[in-house]
């Protein structure tokens, strides 16, 4: 079992940063694929960005590309999404996620989310 726990969401106006942050706990693995989705009301659940534990490669939806950047600590089995750039169309709950590379985020393990608000 894998533990994961968010944290960092809050309010902020349009063109601010947050820093998300999830940390891991549990029968974590080098192998993982860590990432970061969202949900906005009456939408579904996108991924948002996502790292390899293992040699760090990340990958973005087009949407947060330039603005955003995830970011591992190894040492703290902590995963973070630096958000920049905000509009208010980033407003959701962001989840983390954690799945074995190959395998589907739905056979994975996922933290309870955390609200994200941009007011404009």
């Known amino acids: 079992q894998v533990q994961l726990v968010e944290s960092g969401g809050g309010l902020v106006q349009a063109g601010g940063s947050l820093r998300l942050s999830c940390a891991a706990s549990?029968?974590?693995?080098?192998?993982?694929?860590m990432g970061w989705f969202r949900q906005a009301p009456g939408k579904e659940r996108d991924i948002v960005a996502r790292?390899?534990?293992?040699?760090?490669?990340?990958s973005y939806v087009d949407s947060v590309k330039g603005r955003f950047t995830i970011s591992r600590d190894n040492a703290k089995n902590t995963v973070y999404l630096q958000m920049g750039s905000l509009k208010p169309d980033d407003t959701a709950v962001y989840y983390c996620?954690?799945?074995?590379?190959?395998?589907?985020?739905?056979?994975?393990?996922w933290g309870q989310g955390t609200q994200v608000t941009v007011s404009s």
């Open positions: 549990g029968r974590t693995s080098s192998t993982y694929v």
């Open positions: 996620a954690a799945t074995q590379s190959g395998r589907r985020w739905e056979e994975g393990y």
């Open positions: 790292i390899n534990w293992s040699d760090g490669h990340t």
